[in-house]
């Protein structure tokens, strides 16, 4: 389950209780079953989180479906960068989504390389403006990433 699927069910579950809770203390009096006011409240957060997401108000970076992006590979980094530093300097050129260094799984540490993710445009200035570019002592080389390639494997024991 990714960020926003998160934010969604949280949202929904959060406006539920809110639901449950107003319908329970301020209609004490009433007939309405518990169980039907937070059912209302898990419709109503449903609708409320649907209309942030198709409006962009979700409170996050979402990468909108009709940006289209670009992942970058960042080659050459010194192994003190950490993924804020490599965001700021990468955000002077445009919006970034995200940044991934990579760590070498035995011991922890950083491996020199990584990606960014940003909109097309903003990648190609991206890579235009800091391929050869010196960043601590460091000449960084920035460009499209490849796609990885899937194992091509096939089981034809019938």
């Known amino acids: 389950m990714n960020i926003l699927d998160r934010k969604t069910l949280f949202t929904v579950l ?6 449950y ?14 169980a039907l006011l937070l059912a209302l409240g898990i419709i109503i957060g449903g609708i409320a989180s649907a209309f942030a997401s198709s409006t962009g108000n979700t ?3 979402s990468i909108s479906g009709s940006v289209e992006t670009t992942t970058l590979y960042v080659g050459n980094l ?15 050129k445009g919006q970034v989504f995200s940044v991934r260094l990579l760590k070498d799984k035995n011991t922890g540490k950083r491996r020199g390389f990584g990606f960014v993710e940003m909109p097309q445009p903003d990648a190609l200035k991206a890579i235009n403006e800091l391929n050869e570019s010196e960043f601590q002592q ?9 796609q990885k390639q899937e194992s091509l494997t096939t089981n034809d024991q019938d």
């Open 59 to 61: 409170g996050s970076s």
């Open 14 to 19: 959060l406006l539920a209780i809110l639901s």
């Open 78 to 92: 010194p192994y003190r960068a950490n993924e804020q530093v490599v965001r700021e300097l990468f955000e002077e």
């Open 138 to 146: 460091r000449t960084l080389k920035v460009r499209e990433a490849k």
């Open 21 to 34: 809770a107003l319908g329970h203390f301020v209609l004490l009096n009433s007939q309405i079953d518990p």
